[in-house]
């Protein structure tokens, strides 16, 4: 080809560099850097001369070149390294669009110089940085190709002063044509619009650009001064749900006390009295029971309407208008040892597409990583990683690994992180307040500063921790984990919600699920997920506050600093004495009087992960359990000292919130604790019916027996809930009916084996925080890594082999007890059976069915081949158990 003369490479050491503060005598970088570059690398690049060809004939054509013909004015990417660029003329000797090109990392760009963008570029007002195109666009304004410092890089265009010129890039290249077109007819719309007339030359101006001078230094936001709210009030259906529930508990607990009295009053032993001690546990465990029945009765009878407005606690349509001045949101993302290239690179790529619609908006943000696996990865991972951030105008801060000189505090160490790096951010701002910015200031001399600024705080703590970018926070926070995809066009909605309601704390997104293996068991927990956004949903609109998940909301940045504390002279606001520290943040900011509220119209455009084997899923389960235990109770060795209740838990009871919020809140928990106490109860039962069925049926008559409980349960969650959230669905027209009830019930087997066996880690969670015995969890897996059945069972049996001691003692000794202990001892009730032995096989099959290597994830494919597959390994492990026997 022969428009490309030459390829301007830049150094290795360039393209490498970054200015983290780590570690002197870093490890050399090996190949596997390279790579992985070329993983990440568009298949174009190595064909790259046939499409460049292609897109610059096509600029040409346009005649998108005509008034810097002589000057370089496109640039592609030519190679594997993000810094090979090709740029034309290649006999131009200016270098500035090659280092514009190694800044933003773009795939190609185009500089458009013609009569329409020197006329608007001759109309700028001295001191504009934006101009408002049609349908609101901003695009920004730079001085030179020299001030990419100020360069909002996922703008994807800017107007430059001193060539007159528009510049177009993507990171793309088959995309660049149609962005610079669509520029194009912007700008024409653009000088053919109507003009004022001209003695208001200066009004007409404020309506098409963006100056220093027009907009005050806070946003609407920090001023409080929100247009007015057009939502309607707080729905009552909620409250009168709640006291429904509170009802039909105060009638059987009632039921009972009478039982009691009157089996006492006749004769019964005074014994049953002790009963009543039990009744706020009983209470506390049937509460979200009769919460899912009342909630039943009201999705198949109750309004709808309510799904569809707008109300307190509850955002169905998006808002209509917006904050003049836009509010800077910062994209926080704790992460750890996730591949960069399979999860984390692909959430950035959606964060920074949402961030550049928000800047042709006219707003501003950034991504903050908070990196805990940084200094623990391998060096060479640990440099890839700083250069995809360097490339990506990420900031990023990471603290150094667990150590006897560094502790990472925390059962679950996402809070600590995410202290650390604040506490970095919030020094820094500090620090970066004490210059005086005079009139000459500019974007490199903000840079500079800020550069600065983060190695003084880095310094002052030893260098223990590392650093990069700009890691300052703006006024609200977008938290997100390392698999999360966000909508394009999600920021300005959020603000606005934010601009209108200033007790807003936290704005917590409904969210679709990112599969990877779409494998049966990622299948079944992405009904599941889907299903619990829906029960969300409806619980909010009818209502009630909304849960804050930790993940895919966004939160005040002022409201966060209410929570602020200081801890060995650092700065924290997540809490790190719990493992569920979004729970705790969310009572905290309620409690200060702010509202969390569900925002539902983005439908499943944020998406989450979910955990990908049913190891991670029995951990998160057994964490949530464990931090509701924490929050609630205090462990048996303070009773003596503390009493039985945290600090936190009466704090919450004596709070301001509504008395409808802590009961759902309670209920919540209690929900933990009724699974968990599942498999003791009918242990219980099955000793209590078993020997002295007879008497508890004459002398405690109050008494339900675990048989009765189980037909209770299986008919409300196997049978009507699945029916009346059908209807709902259909109702609403989300879902046809019949559809809806055959998704609900595809998976309602799945979900019976899961929860009936998920009740002994669920016990032992709570066991453990009660005898204070140490736990930890770590971050869930995001990949599946290659594997069979038979490698897995292994691992099953290394997991779980203590609670497979306990189901085979439970099993053998009802065996015995059924069919070899003496007389007068032999328990042959056959109901008391039931729920225990419901409960011991779906322990013990829950491993093994519900691993995703099972072979029952298989059926999904042909039968024939997975038949096949069975008895080929089969016959395999035939033969190496002969030939270690010696008979081959």
């Known amino acids: 080809m022969g428009l490309f003369k030459k ?13 983290a503060v780590e570690p002197s005598n870093p490890q050399p970088v090996s190949t596997s850097i390279v790579d992985m570059e070329r993983a990440l690398a568009p298949r174009w690049v190595e064909s790259y001369d046939k499409v460049a060809e292609q897109v610059y004939t096509t600029c040409q054509d346009n005649d998108w070149f005509e008034l810097v013909a002589d000057t370089p004015h496109f640039a592609i990417r030519s190679g594997i390294s993000m810094s090979e660029y090709e740029v034309l003329p290649a006999h131009s000797h200016d270098p500035r669009l090659l280092r514009l090109a190694l800044r933003l990392q773009f795939e190609a760009a185009l500089l458009m110089s013609t009569p329409l963008t020197e006329a608007v570029v001759e109309d700028l007002p001295l001191d504009a940085y934006d101009v408002i195109l049609q349908g609101n666009k901003h695009i920004q304004v730079i001085d030179n190709l020299d001030d990419y410092h100020s360069i909002k890089r996922d703008q994807m265009s800017a107007f430059v002063r001193d060539s007159k010129s528009l510049l177009v890039w993507s990171p793309k290249v088959e995309t660049l044509v149609a ?44 001023l409080g001064n929100a247009f007015e709210d057009s939502r309607d009030g707080l729905s009552i259906i909620g409250s009168t749900s709640v006291a429904a529930v509170i009802i039909i508990l105060m009638y059987f607990m009632g039921r009972m006390i009478g039982g009691i009295l009157f089996s006492v009053s006749s004769g019964g032993s005074v014994i049953q009295l002790a009963a009543l001690a039990f009744l706020p546990t009983i209470f506390l465990l049937s509460a979200f029971f009769a919460n899912v029945c009342v909630g039943c009765l009201l999705q198949t009878f109750g309004p709808t309407s309510q799904m569809k407005r707008n109300s307190k606690y509850y955002s169905s349509i998006r808002p209509q208008t917006h904050p003049e001045r836009l509010p800077h949101i910062t994209v926080q993302c704790p992460v750890y040892k996730e591949d960069l290239a399979e999860v984390i690179r692909p959430t950035i790529l959606s964060v920074r ?13 950034n991504i903050f990583v908070n990196d805990d696996g940084m200094q623990v990865i391998s060096k060479h991972e640990a440099a890839f990683r700083k250069e995809f951030y360097r490339n990506n105008g990420i900031g990023w801060v990471a603290r150094p690994g667990q150590s006897e000189n560094f502790n990472r505090a925390g059962k679950f160490k996402k809070g600590s992180n995410m202290n650390f790096c604040m506490d970095v951010s919030l020094r820094v701002e500090a620090e970066l307040e004490s210059y005086e910015r005079g009139p000459g200031w500019s974007s490199i001399d903000e840079t500079r500063v800020q550069e600065g600024a983060l190695k003084k705080v880095l310094a002052e703590d030893g260098n223990i921790g590392w650093g990069d970018g700009d890691v300052r926070i703006g006024d609200i926070i977008l938290i997100i984990d390392s698999d999360t995809r966000i909508p394009s066009d999600c920021f300005l909605d959020a603000a606005s919600e934010f601009a209108e309601s200033p007790e807003l704390g936290i704005l917590q997104n409904s969210s679709g699920v990112m599969q990877v293996t779409h494998d049966f068991w990622e299948n079944s927990l992405a009904y599941f997920t889907r299903n619990i956004y829906f029960s969300i949903r409806y619980a909010c609109a009818a209502g009630d506050v909304a849960a804050f998940v930790g993940h895919n909301a966004y939160l005040r940045w002022t409201a966060l600093q209410e929570v602020l504390y200081v801890e060995d002279g650092k700065m924290k606001w997540w809490s790190e004495e719990h493992v569920s520290e979004d729970f705790i943040m969310s009572l905290k900011l309620q409690m200060l009087g702010y509202i969390s509220r569900l925002a539902v119209y983005h439908g499943d455009e944020y998406k989450e992960g979910v955990a990908l084997t049913v190891y991670d899923e029995l951990s998160r389960w057994s964490k949530y359990g464990y931090g509701c235990s924490e929050l609630v109770f205090q ?46 109860m009918s242990l219980i039962n099955f000793f209590l019916i078993g020997w002295y069925g007879m008497a508890m049926y004459h002398d405690f008559a109050w008494y339900s027996d675990s048989f009765t409980i189980f037909i209770s349960v299986t008919v409300v969650f196997l ?9 709902l669905k259909y109702r609403i027209g989300e879902m046809g009916l019949f559809a809806a009830l055959y998704e609900n019930f595809k998976y309602c087997l799945v979900f019976c084996f899961f929860l009936s066996g998920v009740s002994y880690h669920l016990s032992i969670s709570l066991f453990k925080h009660m005898f204070s015995i140490d736990m930890q969890w770590g971050a869930t897996a995001k990949s599946l890594g290659n594997s069979d059945f038979f490698m897995e069972l292994p691992i099953i049996r290394k997991r779980f082999w203590q609670m497979y001691i306990f189901l085979l003692v439970l099993g053998g000794g009802m065996v015995y007890l059924r069919y070899f202990a003496p007389i007068g001892w032999q328990i042959t009730e056959l109901s008391v059976y039931v729920a225990l032995g419901w409960s011991i096989g779906s322990h013990a099959v829950m491993p093994i069915i519900f691993n995703p290597k099972s072979y029952l994830a298989e059926f999904h494919g042909d039968i024939a081949s997975t038949t096949a597959k069975i008895w080929k390994k089969s016959k395999q492990l035939v033969f190496a158990a002969k030939k270690r026997s010696g008979l081959y």
Do not use: H
């Open 7 to 19: 390829t301007v490479k830049a150094p290795a050491a360039a393209a490498l560099r970054t200015d």
């Open 179 to 222: 962005r610079a077109k669509d520029a194009e007819n912007r700008l024409l719309g653009f000088i053919s619009q109507p003009r004022l007339a001209a003695d208001d030359d200066e009004k007409a101006k404020a309506s098409y650009f963006v100056t220093e001078t027009a907009l005050s230094s806070q946003t609407d936001i920090e």
């Open 353 to 365: 597409e949402a961030i550049g619609t928000y800047e042709r908006q006219g707003g501003t943000a």
């Open 635 to 680: 462990p048996f060795k303070s009773w003596f000292t503390k009493g039985p209740i945290t600090p936190l838990f009466w704090t919450f009871l004596r709070s301001n919130m509504r008395p409808t919020s802590k009961f759902n809140i309670i209920s919540y928990i209690g929900s933990y604790y009724s699974i968990a106490s599942a498999i003791w």
């Open 719 to 727: 049978g009507i809930a699945p029916i009346t959230n059908a209807i």
